[in-house]
């Protein structure tokens, strides 16, 4: 197997055209030592996003395809098939328009910076509604931008009493793949 970036290169060019016929685009390859293992993540994405479904059969798919030919080398490698998830860099015109409606914080190349809801987006370009106010978003321009998780509040049941709080479970803090929720009562 190549080292680094011409190992990745050729994961890649193998992958690519095979995954792009499941209607699937191929996002990352990251080939990460670990031990006598190298930790192989491809990062995959979508119009509508990727089903666990889609992913499961990504990986039978690209597992086959890695194992019959020699690109991976004789050496053993740990095998993980992802989507971007939310935390990834809006990098491409592809995932500014899979993120439209989406809340986003852009760093512009210049340093400025501003948070709006993406309301179109082109391959030059996205719209943004910032309080409001419609801005265009160069992609030349930016420096980083990424999607802002929003935890929205839900709206109060018809029977509450003006001013009654309805929420009851509180977020202890811990990240975002470990929530966890206090559901005993606060009056005892």
Do not use: C
Not at 104 to 114: E, N, P, Y
């Amino acid at each position: 197997m190549a080292s680094g970036a011409a190992a990745r290169d050729q994961v890649a060019d193998l992958l690519a055209p095979v995954l792009a016929q499941s209607g699937l685009d191929l996002e990352s390859v990251d080939l990460t030592p670990a031990g006598r293992r190298t930790v192989l993540r491809i990062v995959v994405d979508a119009d509508g996003g990727v089903t666990l479904d889609q992913l499961a059969d990504t990986s039978r798919t690209v597992a086959k395809l890695l194992d019959s030919g020699d690109v991976m080398g004789a050496g053993a490698y740990t095998l993980e098939v992802t989507s971007r998830g939310v935390d990834r860099p809006l990098t491409e015109p592809r995932h500014w328009r899979r993120n439209v409606g989406r809340l986003v914080k852009v760093v512009h190349a210049d340093g400025s910076q501003l948070v709006g809801r993406v309301t179109a987006a082109g391959e030059e370009s996205a719209d943004l509604d910032v309080d409001g106010t419609p801005h265009q978003v160069e992609f030349a321009r930016v420096a980083k931008a990424r999607v802002q998780v929003e935890f929205a509040k839900m709206a109060p049941a018809d029977d509450a009493e003006p001013g009654e709080d309805l929420d009851d479970d509180t977020y202890d803090g811990h990240g975002d793949d470990d929530k966890t929720y206090d559901d005993t009562d606060k009056e005892g």
